[in-house]
Every structure is written in structure tokens, then in C-alpha cells.
């Protein structure tokens, strides 16, 4: 009974513990372009095309990604019975760094000689509330945790594990935490529309990061992300 029951459960085990990950390497590709757009004399830096362009190959990536590879959910963190974890988490980072981030924003930003007065005429400024919130900010949440945590932090992951790395403990996490969060703060478009303050983004994926590689749960992510980004928004634009 015991070898029938061992025989059962072990292909199962297999195909979702151990099968290889296929084109982990796709998510180099927007990590090399944004470091690549900041060789780019700026009247090109400008250009939609450019400034678009790491964000586009990181979602081409992710598609071609997903039909090479099976448990997609498993490996992206999106399994349904992770979301309660999700919003217990996501909940509590998300009011701590929304509240610290409003913070710095409106006290030690001004107190350093920096200007805030610019974001009234961002783009995210100017969509109406009744679709900014929660919805507009929701589906970005959505989409940048997909982009940054699900695709780029996964597969670079997956790419240290299974490197020499991968002997060395946190290395190869500490790595993929940390280039992560410096793609995503120095994203073109994170730049060039908020300025100066793009340097919040670091910590922020810093803490997200970590929270992905500790939990491996996309939901804590993007519900951190969407409700950080409710609490900052609703009291900026009180606030401005």
C-alpha cells in the first residue's frame, strides 16, 4: 500500500517542483533596455517609442513566456487560495509605505529645496477621481506587479537558482530583489514623469521584492502596491 501511495503522488510533485523553467532569459531583455535608454543622447530619450520600449518587451516577454511553460499561476504567485494571505499582507505594507511615502513627499522633499508642485500636471493627476479611484489605480497595480514582480523578479530568480548562485544562499535573491527594484525605479516613464521623486520607487520595490521571494504571492503585491498608491494619491490631491 505505502509504494502504491509514494507511486501516486510523486509525478505530480515532479511536474510542478522540479520541471525546468524555459526562457527565464526573456526578462533580461527590458533590463538591458532600460539601462540602455540612459546612453541615448535625451532629444531620443523623449521619443513614446522610447520611453514605452522596456515595459513593451517585458509584456511581449511574459506572453511568450506563459505559452512556453507550464503552472503559470503556480510560478507567478496567483494561485486563488494565496489571496486571503495577499490581503492581509498587501493590506498592511501598502497603508505603512503609502503613509511614509506621503510623508517624505510632503515634508522632507519641501524641507530639502525639492519641487512637488509638478505633479498636479502628471497624467495621473489629470484622470478624474471617480476613475482614478480604485479603479484606474487598481489595474496599473495590476499591471506593474505582472511586469516588475511576476515576470522580471520571477525569472531572474528562477535565472540565479539555477546558476552558481544558487549555492550561495540569499545571494541570487538579494541580486533579483535588487535589480528589480532598480529597473523599476529608473523605468523611463517612472522618470521622466515624476522626476526627482522616481527614487521612492526604490524602496518600495525593495519591500515588494522581498515580499514576493519570502511568500512567492503576486496578490500581497499588488494589493501593497494598489493601496499605496490610494493613500498617496487621495492625499496629495487633497493636499495640492
Not at 44 to 66: K, T
Not at 85 to 92: I, P, S
Request: with cysteine.
Amino acid at each position: 500500500m505505502d509504494s502504491i501511495t509514494v507511486h501516486a503522488v510523486e509525478p505530480a510533485t515532479r511536474t510542478t517542483d522540479t520541471q525546468p523553467e524555459r526562457l527565464a532569459g526573456l526578462a533580461l531583455l527590458p533590463v538591458l533596455t532600460t539601462g540602455l535608454f540612459y546612453t541615448l543622447p535625451p532629444r531620443l530619450q523623449y521619443q513614446p517609442a522610447i520611453l514605452f520600449l522596456p515595459q513593451v518587451l517585458a509584456y511581449l516577454g511574459l506572453a511568450v513566456w506563459a505559452t512556453q511553460n507550464s503552472h503559470i499561476t503556480e510560478r507567478l504567485g496567483l494561485k486563488l487560495h494565496q489571496l486571503r494571505q495577499g490581503l492581509r499582507w498587501g493590506g498592511a505594507t501598502g497603508l505603512i509605505l503609502g503613509l511614509l511615502n506621503v510623508s517624505v513627499i510632503l515634508r522632507v522633499v519641501p524641507w530639502l529645496g525639492g519641487d512637488i508642485e509638478f505633479l498636479r500636471e502628471t497624467q495621473h493627476a489629470q484622470v478624474p477621481v471617480v476613475l482614478m479611484l480604485p479603479w484606474t489605480i487598481l489595474l496599473i497595480a495590476v499591471a506593474i506587479e505582472l511586469n516588475f514582480r511576476g515576470f522580471l523578479l520571477g525569472r531572474l530568480l528562477a535565472l540565479c537558482e539555477t546558476s552558481w548562485l544558487g549555492q550561495r544562499a540569499w545571494t541570487g535573491p538579494l541580486l533579483a530583489v535588487g535589480a528589480t527594484a532598480t529597473v523599476f525605479a529608473f523605468d523611463p516613464f517612472m522618470v521622466v514623469t515624476f522626476k526627482h521623486l522616481h527614487w521612492i520607487a526604490m524602496w518600495d520595490g525593495i519591500v515588494w521584492g522581498m515580499i514576493w521571494v519570502r511568500l512567492r504571492n503576486l496578490w500581497a503585491t499588488i494589493i501593497a502596491h494598489a493601496v499605496e498608491v490610494m493613500v498617496m494619491y487621495s492625499v496629495l490631491k487633497i493636499a495640492l
